[in-house]
């Protein structure tokens, strides 16, 4: 039998052999079955046919293993995929950042509403809401935190913070009328959210009011004061969740930022008399339960507000410079919990002194600054706001020699902004140069009046003299900004200082000034351009009246030289634009003063700031 099995092996085998042996093109005309037999199908060898019958039976040697997908390797150990990290709301955080950061918002909102539900939290919706406040999206930050509860998440203080802060940054209520009552809606959310933890919890660190710092921000923008107190009183009177130093100071920031102008004067004193208020009842909870602690923030925003009262509000005001800051007008007071000054809060007391009248009282702090040590606030935080302030005070002074006075001010500036600690924020400004040039026009002193505008344009004005007279002016070169371009004020203020010194000379050099500082063509514009810059071509107005009256002066004494008689016809066509120039402006003249100009009293010029009355 072994033999018979053997010959039909071999009779199988030759049977496949043709077709093994098949070239390409038969290959492919074969049916399927029969060429993956004859290329997988081995031809026994002679051994085979030759074996004893007690030999072991022969195996065919296995071949390589195929398996469904080319990628998967047996070598390479399988993780179980039940142990693989889920997606956690860290991760998902930084995805949405990285989604804002690449102004792709909208996408960073569809990744977060499709993201698994264990990677949501109240923590990353408060990160998006934030990112949506940031770039103005006021709508979409208060669907985010509606969208929010739906899910089933509940908002924390933070979330109310975050709201609370971002609408705040709002600039223009007048076209964000919807945000205003969203707001609302929030602070109703977050006084019962409140309540709901103080039920629970009465020691949660969720209790607490940071978050009204930025509603009642809100509500000072909108000059809503009588829910600021409603917010104050709705606040329990002790123990957490109770006013702190920021609701303190957000409430006297709101009622500082009040608007100006004469017609808001009721205001600012209702305002004042109410920070009056709210500052002995900050005094009174000090006293019961010393919760929070006064710092320089709380203290500069109660001063703002108290400064434009009536005298008792500013009588309290000064108090409390002697008592925080140790600045009096007698001595300092210095003592260890004094605090120490910082350039925002001398800032408010340079104003608080200019606008009750105290000018002597601000020069005096000025020098008691500058010799104040650096670690309670001393030169080094002078910048030219305060000594913008200085200035002011200086003019609102009455003496001889307050032009004299101010231009040691404007070098004292130059001085310390090249060998002070503070360099360029004491460099002198546009407004600066002006409030000088101002007390020069009072004084009639033309020449501190040339000085400054040296010390301002770079120029030198002995090259517009009459017998020096430069066809080229000469102008020093300086650093970046420090040659300032003179505005119209500037110059009508200096036209008006060589007139008020009554001498042709004088207004002949001003004049060269104007000529060669092409002035000429500011009184070439359409009545687009001056419709929006209305402030700005009310003082080119005022030049032109300067420049007309300043012609007609220097045109009485009759130029001896051909050279000056070509001056004076330069100087007539000037003097002829600016006169149609002035005409235009006349004919509609209520367009064209400026805000504050405009609401001043027609008979009531005592209430104006002294170094404002020649203006």
């Known amino acids: 039998m072994l033999r018979a099995s053997n010959k039909l092996k071999c009779l199988r085998c030759s049977a496949l052999r043709p077709y093994a042996t098949l070239s390409t093109s038969e290959d492919q005309q074969l049916p399927r079955y029969l060429r993956r037999q004859a290329k997988f199908t081995k031809e026994p060898s002679a051994k085979e046919f030759t074996k004893e019958p007690s030999a072991k039976v022969l195996t065919k040697e296995p071949s390589a293993k195929v398996y469904r997908s080319r990628h998967y390797d047996p070598k390479t150990e399988q993780k179980d995929k039940s142990a693989l990290k889920l997606l956690d709301p860290y991760t998902l955080s930084s995805r949405l950042k990285k989604l804002c950061d690449a102004n792709q918002l909208d996408s960073a909102v569809q990744t977060l509403k499709n993201s698994p539900g264990g990677a949501q939290n109240t923590q990353v919706w408060n990160t998006l809401i934030w990112e949506s406040l940031k770039v103005k999206r006021f709508s979409l930050s208060y669907q985010l935190y509606t969208d929010m509860k739906r899910r089933g998440l509940s908002p924390s203080a933070r979330t109310f913070q975050t709201m609370f802060t971002g609408l705040s ?33 009465s020691s949660s660190s969720e209790l607490t009011a940071k978050p009204l710092a930025g509603y009642i921000k809100i509500l000072g923008d909108n000059s809503l004061y009588q829910e600021i107190f409603d917010v104050y009183h709705a606040l329990p009177s002790e123990g957490r969740g109770s006013a702190d130093e920021f609701v303190y100071t957000a409430m006297f920031q709101a009622l500082a930022s009040t608007p100006t102008g004469v017609s808001a004067t009721p205001t600012h004193h209702q305002n004042a008399a109410d920070a009056r208020s709210l500052w002995n009842m900050m005094k009174k909870a000090l006293k019961q339960s010393p919760s929070f602690s006064v710092d320089a923030h709380l203290v500069t925003a109660a001063i703002a507000a108290l400064s434009r009262g009536k005298t008792p509000e500013v009588d309290l005001a000064f108090a409390i410079v002697s008592e925080y800051f140790g600045l009096t007008a007698q001595g300092d007071s210095l003592s260890k919990e004094t605090l120490p000054l910082s350039f ?29 040590s650096a ?59 002006n409030l000088a040039m101002t007390a020069c026009w ?84 359409d009545d687009v351009e001056i ?42 066509r000037i003097a002829d634009a600016a006169a149609q120039y002035e005409k235009r402006m006349t004919s509609e003249k209520s367009d064209f003063i400026p805000t504050m100009v405009k609401h001043w009293p027609q008979r009531g010029e005592a209430n104006q700031a002294k170094y404002k009355k020649p203006l």
């Not at 302030?389 to 070098?411: D, F, H, M, Q, Y």
């Not at 300067?546 to 004494?557: G, L, P, R, T």
């Open 442 to 525: 009072r004084d009639a002193d033309w020449r501190r009046a040339t000085r400054l505008f040296d010390l301002m344009t770079g120029y030198h004005s002995h090259d517009f003299m009459d017998g020096s007279v430069s066809s080229e002016p000469q102008r020093d070169a300086r650093s970046q900004g420090r040659n300032l371009d003179p505005p119209a004020e500037t110059l009508h203020t200096l036209i008006r200082t060589a007139l008020t010194s009554r001498s042709h000379a004088n207004v002949r050099q001003s004049l060269r000034i104007i000529d060669h500082l092409k002035v000429k063509g500011l009184f070439f514009v």
């Open 344 to 372: 925002q809060s001398l800032d408010v007391i340079f104003k608080l002194c200019n606008a009750s009248g105290n000018h002597a009282v601000c020069l005096t702090f000025f020098e008691k600054v500058k010799r104040r």
């Open 375 to 433: 670690e309670q606030g001393g030169e080094e935080i002078l910048d030219h706001g305060h000594l913008n302030e200085v200035l002011k005070a200086r003019l609102a002074l009455p003496g001889p020699e307050t032009a004299s006075r101010c231009l040691e001010t404007i070098e004292w500036m130059l001085k310390n902004e090249i060998l002070g600690k503070n360099g360029f924020k004491l460099r002198p400004n546009i407004m600066s140069y």
């Open 169 to 201: 940054k709002i600039e223009n209520w007048s076209i964000h009328t919807k945000q205003l009552g969203n707001a609302r809606s929030l602070y109703d959310s977050f006084q019962r959210y409140m309540n709901s933890v103080r039920k629970h919890d």
């Open 531 to 572: 419709n929006s810059k209305k402030a700005k071509f009310y003082f080119t107005n005022k030049l032109a009246s300067s420049i007309v009256d300043a012609v007609k002066y220097a045109s009485e004494i009759q130029s001896k030289t051909p050279s000056g008689h070509q001056e004076m016809i330069r100087w007539k």
